[in-house]
């Protein structure tokens, strides 16, 4: 299997989730961006999508569709990263 991303939190691959920071860390589920917004930006996140303002990072949700994204590959259970 291929993927986009690696999760900061898990290290589990990752072809959609949670971004923060333009690309600074990456999150696979909600649990995990809740650990990033804590252990990295100190703020704990009960709603994901609080109207709270924050000029010190932002977070958002995606996707990556094309192979063409693809910078990691699982082989026998570990993640690596592809060399292209």
Same mark, same amino acid.
């Given at each position: 299997?291929? #993927?986009a &991303?690696s999760? +900061?939190v898990?290290? =589990?691959g990752?072809n =959609?989730? #949670? !971004?923060?920071?333009d690309g600074?860390?990456y999150a696979k589920d909600e =649990?995990s961006?809740k !650990?990033i917004?804590? &252990?990295?930006y100190?703020? /704990?996140?009960?709603?994901?999508? +609080? @109207? /709270? @303002?924050?000029? /010190?990072w932002v977070? #958002?949700?995606?996707?990556?569709? @094309?192979?063409d /994204?693809?910078? #990691? =590959?699982?082989?026998?259970? !570990?993640l *690596?990263? *592809?060399?292209?």
């Open positions: 299997m291929r #993927y &991303r999760c +900061s898990t290290g =589990e990752m =959609e989730g #949670y !971004v923060f920071s600074e860390f =649990e961006a !650990v917004a804590l &252990r990295e100190g703020v /704990d996140l009960q709603n994901m999508w +609080s @109207d /709270d @303002d924050n000029d /010190d977070v #958002y949700w995606t996707q990556w569709d @094309d192979e /994204d693809y910078q #990691y =590959e699982e082989v026998n259970g !570990v *690596i990263e *592809i060399n292209q």
